[in-house]
């Protein structure tokens, strides 16, 4: 590559800086002349072969400026396949100025980094449309829009040439039954009916499939042929073929001068109508992002010159002390400076119980302050948040292309090359060394070539099955948001679960109330009327015990709280005191025999504390976020069908290890920010593993993300539903091994269809190409080559349908 730029930079504010520029460029290898103009804060740079815009980027950025990049997002209309996305990322990085160009299938848009005094957004968007798919103008609608939009684009077609396609194949067909080939002939003639099935054709053609002929155009002009080449050559081969016996039926041999409207017809309706299910089937990843940006507050109660103001988010500097009211939204990051209070940070750390926040506790923008008020001093704002960082992350995670090829795309890379080939050699042996008319024998047996290599089986043999699958998979509860988490589910080798709302049930419940001294329900209902009074959120799951038991709780007087220690009140007439064992020692309150049992119940990831009633130890406490019905089922299943089993958690590593240990995990790695959940994932996938995430929180939207498959609970957040590909709609981890059941039978009935797909056409394709003829005079006319397609087709969508009698391997709870 060789040529010039023009590229702005920021940054120079001397002649010195100028210098500095000139001399990085220019002691870049390749680069033949570097001029900058300080006035403009540009540089021109003439480079060799050698250099290439990357490379002058890298030489102004080490100098310690930055060049002017571009970015933009563009909606890409029609791209179907993981050829058209190497297609449109090759056409826009070809052109000059272009830094780095990545297309993303499932959300529909390429992402485009650009320096915008050599090309333009116009450039751009005329190398997609030269390439053969249409670009969008960027606004403010999501991709879902243009995703919708040729969806119903699709639907409508689908129905306009399945209206014109049925009295097609009906007329074709009527006139060779006997029967109705008597009538046929009674009303109309059969080259009367051949040109009404002419009229009904052309416009499935031209006008329903024109995005085929759009497209493959555009992939023969550039020497790139794809499945649209495939379409529209097979199509208009039966077509024009037809056209011509309609119009010089004396060009053919005897009884060859027949009518193949209906293939072409066909040929155009089946592929749109594959098209349509696999569209049907792609992602929304996109709202998640959105979702994401939702948890940002919109304005913030900011402190300045002793006046509490609500700013808007955009204006809130570092620095500033803004003041949190109960039920608040934490504007951005920063630091308590006054009063205290318990903060929901289930979107940070996905877990459920909230934190206390006292003085000098870190608070993060986008958590929800349960009760009391406090005054922090921000620390992060803009980009710089904890929430920003998890939303940039998730964007790159959902704009790096995972190392998935297309199966359908990498075999049609080679055989439609070699398909046009032998055709065009059948051909010319026909003509050259075939029996007269050598032009008719010629053309029928080139024709039949193409025809019998028709990719109707072969668009057809992947999202049949995927529609078949996901439908199947909707009635067991797990729902596939993105048709190729089926085939990339069943070649996973490890699954990585998170732990709160995973493999737990996500909330603290009272799993042990051990009285020491009294009656159980006395000390309950003592207990629970002292913690009604609490504003910790723990104290919620042994009132609702209480109260599921049927309990009263009697009136509370001397209520008193003490931080980091526990909580005292007088009762029905007694002391209660309610705190972890350093306040019973410092109430003087010997624990003798209760501390074993206390360790035992720490070791089973459950939280102990103490009661005491008249200074006396009246019970010990256990609350914990209990294990999932079917979690251990789940585990062992997944374990029995080869996968390896890892948790990934924010909780404490005592807890993790204990739940590991409950539901039969070795690997766990615990204590873990949502950024290095996503770290994790990237670094068993850099060891060659193919990795599946499970999760259920904010939190775990990275994680779900940069994941090969991200699997998520339906029970959880919004968020983790929007990123996740598979969702388990009823919230039990059984759904994950009947998910990976089902992805592996639809892999192994994706693969037999294109078995059949292809083998069938390619031990046809000899015998299209007129190789008995010497032998036996056998020649196959074009209409058994189309109905060898027609057969191929009907296979692959037979095959299919077996997957609807797919069963499930273990019985999912409805939730």
């Known amino acids: 590559m060789s040529g010039s730029i023009e590229i702005g930079i920021n940054g120079m504010s001397c002649g010195s800086c100028v210098g500095r520029v000139e001399r990085a460029l220019a002691s870049e290898p390749g680069v033949i002349r570097a001029r900058v103009n300080l006035a403009t804060a540009k540089a021109h740079v003439d480079f060799s072969g050698q250099a290439d815009p990357d490379s002058v980027i890298r030489a102004i950025e080490t100098a310690g400026y930055q ?63 030269q390439a053969g798919y249409e670009p969008e103008q960027v606004d403010n609608s999501s991709s879902l829009d243009v995703v919708d939009k040729e969806g119903l684009e699709l639907r409508s077609k689908i129905l306009f040439a399945a209206a014109l396609t049925i009295p097609i194949v009906f007329i074709a067909m009527g006139k060779m039954l006997p029967g109705l080939d008597a009538y046929f002939a009674g009303v109309m003639s059969h080259r009367g009916w051949m040109g009404i099935e002419w009229l009904l054709t052309t416009p499935v053609l031209f006008y329903a499939g024109a995005r085929f002929f759009r497209t493959g155009f ?83 109660r900011v402190l300045r010159d002793g006046e509490t103001l609500d700013v808007p988010i955009e204006r809130v500097v570092v620095g500033d002390c803004i003041h949190v009211r109960p039920g608040d939204r934490i504007a951005v990051d920063g630091v308590v400076e006054e009063g205290q209070s318990y903060v929901d940070e289930s979107m940070i750390s996905g877990e459920p119980v909230p934190v206390a926040k006292e003085t000098g506790s870190e608070v993060v923008g986008g958590t929800i302050n349960k009760n009391g008020s406090m005054v922090f001093r921000v620390t992060r704002v803009g980009a710089n948040t904890v929430l920003s960082q998890i939303v940039k992350m998730v964007e790159q995670a959902q704009a790096d292309k995972p190392p998935i090829q297309q199966l359908a795309d990498k075999i049609a890379g080679i055989f ?81 679960l998170d732990k709160t709302g995973t493999l737990t049930q996500g909330r603290p419940e009272l799993t042990d109330f051990i009285v020491m001294e009294g009656d159980h329900n006395d000390v309950l209902s003592w207990v629970a009327a002292v913690e009604a009074q609490s504003e910790h959120p723990i104290g919620e799951a042994i009132v609702s015990s209480a109260k599921q038991r049927g309990l009263e709780l009697p009136d509370v007087t001397a209520f008193n709280n003490e931080p980091g220690y526990g909580i005292q009140a007088n009762v029905a007439g007694r002391q209660v005191h309610i705190g972890a064992d350093r306040y019973m020692e410092r109430l003087g309150i010997g624990l003798a025999g209760a501390e074993d049992q206390a360790r035992t119940l720490a070791e089973e990831g459950k939280s102990p504390f103490y009661a005491a009633v008249d200074g006396g130890l009246a019970a010990i406490i256990a609350v914990a976020d209990p294990l999932k019905d079917g979690s251990i089922e789940a585990i062992a299943e997944l374990k029995s069908m080869g996968l390896d089993i890892a948790m990934l958690t924010g909780d404490n590593r005592v807890t993790a290890e204990a739940i590991a240990r409950q539901v039969g995990i070795d690997s766990v790695l615990a204590e873990v920010l949502p950024q290095q959940k996503a770290e994790e994932i990237k670094r068993l996938q850099e060891q060659g593993k193919r990795v599946a995430f499970v999760g259920d929180g904010i939190n775990d939207a990275p994680a779900l993300a940069q994941a090969h ?81 027609s057969l191929s087709s009907i296979f692959v969508i037979t095959n299919s349908l077996r997957l609807r009698r797919f069963t499930a391997q273990v019985t999912v709870v409805q939730k």
């Open 218 to 300: 555009a992939e023969l002009r550039h020497f790139n042929p794809g499945m649209n080449s495939l379409v529209m050559i097979g199509s208009s081969a039966a077509y024009f073929y037809s056209v011509v016996a309609f119009l010089l039926p004396d060009l053919f041999p005897a009884g060859t001068a027949e009518s193949y409207f209906e293939a072409a017809a066909v040929i155009v309706t089946l592929i749109l109508l594959g098209r349509y299910f696999e569209h049907i089937a792609k992602g929304r990843t996109s709202q998640a992002i959105q979702k994401l940006l939702r948890l940002q507050a919109k304005t913030a």
């Open 416 to 496: 439609v090359p070699i398909v046009l080939l032998i055709a065009i050699i059948t051909f010319a042996v026909w003509y050259w060394f075939g029996p007269e008319p050598t032009l008719s024998f010629a053309f029928v047996t080139s024709v039949s070539v193409l025809l019998i290599a028709c990719p109707c089986a072969m668009g057809l043999a992947t999202p049949t099955a995927i529609m078949v699958s996901t439908g199947k998979g909707a009635e067991m509860g797990v729902l596939f948001r993105r048709g190729a988490a089926l085939e990339t589910l069943a070649r996973m080798d490890t699954v990585v």
């Open 67 to 129: 060049p002017v990049i571009a970015s933009a997002e563009i909606p890409v209309l029609g791209m179907s396949c993981g050829s058209c996305v190497s297609r449109v990322e090759k056409a826009i990085s070809q052109l000059p100025g272009v830094v780095r160009s990545s297309v993303n299938l499932a959300t529909q848009k390429t992402s485009v980094n650009f320096l915008p005094d050599v090309v333009s957004l116009v450039d751009i968007h005329q190398a997609i449309r």
């Open 709 to 789: 498959v991200g699997i998520a609970i339906g029970t959880g957040t919004d968020v983790a539903i929007e990123a996740g590909d598979v969702v388990l709609m009823r919230g039990d981890l059984r759904g994950i091994v009947n998910a990976a059941a089902l992805s592996r039978r639809t892999r192994r009935t994706i693969l037999g269809n294109f078995f059949w797909a292809y083998g069938y056409n390619l031990a046809l394709i000899p015998v299209a190409a007129g190789v008995l003829f010497p032998f036996t005079g056998f020649l196959l006319n074009p209409m058994l080559a189309a109905g060898a397609m």
